[in-house]
């Protein structure tokens, strides 16, 4: 009972619903765990990427504001008034009240036109201040070694940072040289800058960017600037995690720092971590659901599927069992599916034959249809390949592909000369072998273009001397594999049929003037043609002792024997004798 309730769930439908369940989690789990990786890696990057050109689109408006700071000052350093008044200053002429007066109105004009400005204050090179009006000293001012710094940057704009006096002000100084005087020192110029001026909220780059990222400016000593985080940040404490991930409260941030190349002053951006995860939780939702939703319809169109592979199966099951019963009956049913209805169909053709083999000799029947499609077999008919290609050549021919048509030509007749079976044609006259081997030629350069030429020397006497068929092509395939092919430069084939230095014979030869060979491997060449064979498949030596094999088959050992001479980079000859008054002697 246990055995049967296992046969029941071990039916094709089951395997073929599980093969696909199990096909479908495998692939599925391949594509989310790829997918999953990549994207998850593609958004991590993308927002990191955000970050960083929002911390350097950050930087460089920060920088461009400084500089049009810079730009104002440089305005007032070279105005003619205050170069004027500072020039009498550094003659000893010291400015008049009225004089003191008329500065400040040129200064307060630039006040006028510029934003985040407190004060502009200019002074003398002995520290003392000309405007405001008020008498003041540079040095009771700023420290000392700020005053220096300005002096050691020649007429630059220095930016010291947070007031020591006044907390919500930053600090500029400027040397002013005097151009009449050829930039001789002639006093200081002093901006005194409110950090709502550095405000950083107008520094995202996009509606996300203020949403999520906070950003704080610090001065070189680490003062803080301008912020638009809300929370306490200890300097250090980030300084010290730069590009890493810092948690301030009870929320978690990555810090992105970028310094500013006209003060020295850092950038802080803070990103919440949730932020560059936010991409990678919804991709994993959407993973998990699309895989859900893919694993249900997969399994319903398996379930489906598998029902209607099976069902037309176990109705011809059915069909069959029921021939134990009698004779033989087709099976009605249909599918929609091909493959099952040519099943059904191929059944009831083999019911069909069956009843009509059992109501006749059935052993007979059988011998017959064996015996005839051996029969069939045995008469194929290779007169269709020619005649296919003889189409092929007028098809050529009438659209002007000569070319093309003569390598079809030499083909037809190729296949022709090798595929003929009669035994009267086992023997040919050179010259048909001459006229195959220069249709392998013909194809040959097809392929080799202009690597390839050859050249047939024979006498029309010696054209008559018959020959075993296929002695000379395989020469010359050998001449083109390891002699022609093996040079970059043209090669050329030499055919020569010339009577023999011995009395009665004829001479035929086939020459390259390839790379030719050393005394070691020619050695191993002659060996393998007085074997009949070659140890590599792949080695020169598989033709030649062939063809050596065969010159000893037709002829006695006295009459056919090939030879070879070949020397390293002077090419290659292969030649042997044959005799002239026909067949020779069998061995």
Same mark, same amino acid.
């Given at each position: 009972?246990?055995?049967?309730?296992?046969? &029941?769930?071990?039916?094709?439908?089951?395997?073929?619903?599980?093969?696909?369940?199990?096909?479908?989690?495998?692939?599925?789990?391949?594509?989310?765990?790829?997918?999953?990786?990549?994207?998850?890696?593609?958004?991590?990057?993308?927002?990191?990427?955000?970050?960083?050109?929002?911390?350097?689109?950050?930087?460089?408006?920060?920088?461009?504001?400084?500089?049009?700071?810079?730009?104002?000052?440089?305005?007032?350093?070279?105005?003619?008034?205050? *170069?004027?008044?500072?020039?009498?200053?550094?003659?000893?002429?010291?400015?008049?009240?009225?004089? &003191?007066?008329?500065?400040?109105?040129?200064?307060?004009?630039?006040?006028?036109?510029?934003?985040?400005?407190?004060?502009?204050?200019?002074?003398?090179?002995?520290?003392?201040?000309?405007?405001?009006?008020?008498?003041?000293?540079?040095?009771?001012?700023?420290?000392?070694?700020?005053?220096?710094?300005?002096?050691?940057?020649?007429?630059?704009?220095?930016?010291?940072?947070?007031?020591?006096?006044?907390?919500?002000?930053?600090?500029?100084?400027?040397?002013?040289?005097?151009?009449?005087?050829?930039?001789?020192?002639?006093?200081?110029?002093?901006?005194?800058?409110?950090?709502?001026?550095?405000?950083?909220?107008?520094?995202?780059t996009s509606d996300l960017g203020r949403n999520r @990222?906070?950003?704080?400016?610090?001065?070189?000593?680490?003062?803080?600037?301008?912020?638009?985080?809300?929370? @306490?940040?200890?300097?250090?404490?980030?300084?010290?995690?730069?590009?890493?991930?810092?948690?301030?409260?009870?929320?978690?941030?990555?810090?992105?720092?970028?310094?500013?190349?006209?003060?020295? !002053?850092?950038?802080?951006?803070?990103?919440?971590?949730?932020?560059?995860?936010?991409?990678?939780?919804?991709?994993?939702?959407?993973?998990?659901?699309?895989?859900?939703?893919?694993?249900?319809?997969?399994?319903?169109?398996?379930?489906?599927?598998?029902?209607?592979?099976?069902?037309?199966?176990? *109705?011809?099951?059915?069909?069959?069992?029921?021939?134990?019963?009698?004779?033989?009956?087709?099976?009605?049913?249909?599918?929609?599916?091909?493959?099952?209805?040519?099943?059904?169909?191929?059944?009831?053709?083999?019911?069909?034959?069956?009843?009509?083999?059992?109501?006749?000799?059935?052993?007979?029947?059988?011998?017959?249809?064996?015996?005839?499609?051996?029969?069939?077999?045995?008469?194929?008919?290779?007169?269709?390949?020619?005649?296919?290609?003889?189409?092929?050549? !007028?098809?050529?021919?009438?659209?002007?592909?000569?070319?093309?048509?003569?390598?079809?030509?030499?083909?037809?007749?190729?296949?022709?000369?090798?595929?003929?079976?009669?035994?009267?044609?086992?023997?040919?006259?050179?010259?048909?072998?001459?006229?195959?081997?220069?249709?392998?030629?013909?194809?040959?350069?097809?392929?080799?273009?202009?690597?390839?030429?050859?050249?047939?020397?024979?006498?029309?006497?010696? &054209?008559?001397?018959?020959?075993?068929?296929?002695?000379?092509?395989?020469?010359?395939?050998?001449?083109?594999?390891?002699?022609?092919?093996?040079?970059?430069?043209?090669?050329?084939?030499?055919?020569?049929?010339?009577?023999?230095?011995?009395?009665?014979?004829?001479?035929?030869?086939?020459?390259?003037d390839g790379p030719g060979m050393d005394e070691g491997?020619?050695?191993?060449?002659?060996?393998?043609? @007085?074997?009949?064979?070659?140890?590599?498949?792949?080695?020169?030596?598989?033709?030649?002792?062939?063809?050596?094999?065969?010159?000893?088959?037709?002829?006695?050992?006295?009459?056919?024997?090939?030879?070879?001479?070949?020397?390293?980079?002077?090419?290659?000859?292969?030649?042997?004798?044959?005799?002239?008054?026909?067949?020779?002697?069998?061995?």
């Amino acid at each position: 009972m246990k055995r049967l309730s296992l046969n &029941r769930w071990n039916t094709l439908r089951n395997q073929i619903l599980l093969g696909f369940m199990l096909v479908m989690v495998i692939v599925l789990a391949l594509v989310v765990f790829f997918v999953y990786n990549k994207v998850s890696v593609l958004l991590r990057n993308t927002a990191e990427r955000h970050i960083e050109q929002t911390a350097v689109q950050a930087a460089g408006k920060l920088d461009a504001s400084l500089k049009q700071v810079d730009t104002l000052t440089a305005q007032i350093a070279t105005n003619a008034t205050v *170069q004027r008044f500072l020039t009498y200053e550094v003659e000893g002429q010291p400015i008049t009240f009225s004089e &003191r007066q008329l500065l400040q109105q040129e200064v307060r004009k630039y006040e006028a036109y510029a934003t985040g400005i407190r004060s502009l204050e200019i002074y003398t090179t002995d520290y003392q201040r000309l405007s405001p009006l008020d008498d003041g000293s540079l040095a009771s001012r700023v420290p000392r070694e700020w005053i220096e710094l300005a002096d050691s940057v020649q007429g630059q704009l220095c930016w010291f940072g947070q007031d020591a006096q006044e907390k919500d002000l930053v600090i500029a100084l400027r040397r002013i040289r005097l151009v009449d005087q050829s930039f001789a020192h002639g006093g200081y110029l002093l901006v005194r800058m409110e950090k709502s001026y550095f405000d950083l909220d107008g520094h995202s780059t996009s509606d996300l960017g203020r949403n999520r @990222e906070s950003m704080l400016l610090y001065d070189q000593v680490g003062h803080m600037l301008a912020s638009n985080f809300t929370g @306490e940040v200890d300097f250090d404490y980030i300084l010290q995690r730069e590009g890493e991930m810092v948690t301030l409260g009870k929320q978690d941030y990555i810090s992105v720092h970028k310094q500013s190349t006209a003060t020295g !002053w850092r950038v802080v951006m803070l990103t919440p971590v949730d932020y560059t995860t936010e991409g990678i939780s919804v991709l994993r939702t959407s993973v998990l659901v699309s895989g859900i939703v893919g694993a249900l319809l997969f399994l319903v169109l398996s379930l489906i599927l598998s029902t209607m592979i099976t069902r037309p199966i176990l *109705q011809l099951i059915k069909a069959m069992r029921g021939a134990r019963f009698g004779t033989l009956k087709p099976n009605q049913a249909t599918s929609s599916t091909m493959e099952i209805n040519e099943l059904n169909n191929t059944y009831n053709q083999m019911v069909g034959s069956l009843n009509e083999l059992i109501e006749v000799v059935y052993q007979k029947e059988i011998i017959q249809s064996r015996t005839e499609l051996k029969a069939l077999q045995a008469q194929i008919n290779p007169h269709f390949l020619f005649n296919t290609l003889e189409a092929f050549y !007028w098809a050529l021919e009438e659209k002007g592909e000569e070319e093309l048509a003569q390598v079809v030509v030499a083909m037809s007749g190729l296949f022709r000369y090798v595929i003929n079976r009669k035994d009267e044609d086992e023997w040919v006259t050179i010259g048909d072998e001459l006229e195959h081997a220069e249709r392998y030629l013909t194809i040959m350069k097809m392929r080799l273009l202009d690597r390839l030429t050859w050249r047939i020397e024979a006498e029309d006497d010696s &054209r008559k001397i018959l020959i075993p068929k296929l002695l000379i092509q395989p020469l010359v395939e050998n001449a083109i594999l390891h002699g022609v092919e093996q040079k970059l430069e043209p090669g050329t084939i030499i055919l020569r049929v010339v009577p023999s230095s011995r009395l009665g014979y004829t001479t035929i030869s086939v020459t390259d003037d390839g790379p030719g060979m050393d005394e070691g491997k020619l050695a191993s060449l002659h060996l393998a043609i @007085e074997r009949g064979h070659s140890e590599s498949a792949k080695g020169s030596g598989v033709g030649l002792a062939n063809v050596g094999r065969r010159i000893r088959l037709y002829y006695a050992a006295a009459q056919g024997e090939i030879k070879v001479n070949s020397e390293k980079g002077s090419g290659t000859t292969v030649s042997f004798d044959i005799p002239n008054h026909g067949k020779g002697e069998a061995k």
